[in-house]
């Protein structure tokens, strides 16, 4: 597609729901990225995939977290028991390359945990 | 410890002024910087990327410098507008051997008057 395309936009979950989101990056883009984004934050990231291998996943807040793109195109990003803390937005770049190159961003999907 | 950090307050301007934003950074020896915009509920849009071996990068309106002595960039929109109105944030990648991961500063928000 034209763009990183997210899914769902928005996601209310309560506390200790499993949760998938899931970004479609560009096509032929090999670096994908998630970032977490609180309100009035920057992007914190998450986790970093080069094609289908997992490269860095040293921002994932806790072993509830788990991310996977197993065919190095669409990615999805779970959570498991969801809590408050948890709420925010989660938003997924792509990029043709690693390092040099601008990221193209999703709109993101708002989680709320109630 | 690493810090990115951009004005807190928000800018006010009138339009046809140029607007400066600044990042300053702590304890990184950053491969290159970044700056995106971002509109509410929406993910960063790319704009720039200036490398450590680049003083300045232009784009339009938009100028960007990068003092890696001062630890410093700065982002300057020359005859803004309304519609420059945004969140910007800047970005840098830690090192060359990072995988391109961003860490972002935590945004500065512009208002463009008319």
């Known amino acids: 597609g034209a763009g990183v395309s997210q899914s769902p936009r928005y996601k209310v979950a309560k506390r200790g729901q499993d949760v998938a989101l899931r970004c479609d990056p560009i096509s032929g883009h090999v670096s994908l990225f998630w970032y977490q984004q609180a309100l009035g934050q920057g992007p914190e990231f998450l986790t970093y995939?080069?094609?289908?291998?997992?490269?860095?996943k040293s921002g994932l807040p806790s072993d509830r977290f788990f991310a996977e793109r197993p065919e190095g195109s669409v990615s999805t990003l779970k959570i498991q028991r969801t809590q408050q803390e948890d709420s925010a937005v989660y938003l997924c770049?792509?990029?043709?390359?690693?390092?040099?190159?601008?990221?193209?961003f999703g709109s993101g999907t708002r989680l709320t945990v109630v | 410890s690493q810090k990115i950090e951009q004005n807190s307050e928000a800018l006010n301007i009138q339009e046809g002024k140029t607007a400066t934003l600044t990042c300053n950074y702590t304890?990184?020896?950053?491969?290159?910087l970044q700056w995106y915009r971002q509109d509410p509920g929406r993910g960063p849009v790319f704009l720039l990327l200036i490398r450590e071996n680049e003083k300045e990068k232009r784009k339009e309106r938009l100028k960007v410098t990068f003092d890696t002595t001062l630890k410093q960039s700065l982002f300057h929109i020359t005859a803004s507008q309304p519609a420059d109105s945004a969140t910007y944030l800047c970005a840098l990648v830690p090192s060359y051997n990072q995988g391109g991961k961003l860490i972002f500063g935590q945004g500065t928000e512009l208002s463009v008057k008319p």
């Open positions: 770049a792509s990029s043709l390359e690693q390092g040099g190159y601008g990221y193209t």
């Open positions: 304890n990184y020896s950053p491969a290159y």
């Open positions: 995939f080069q094609n289908e291998a997992q490269l860095d």
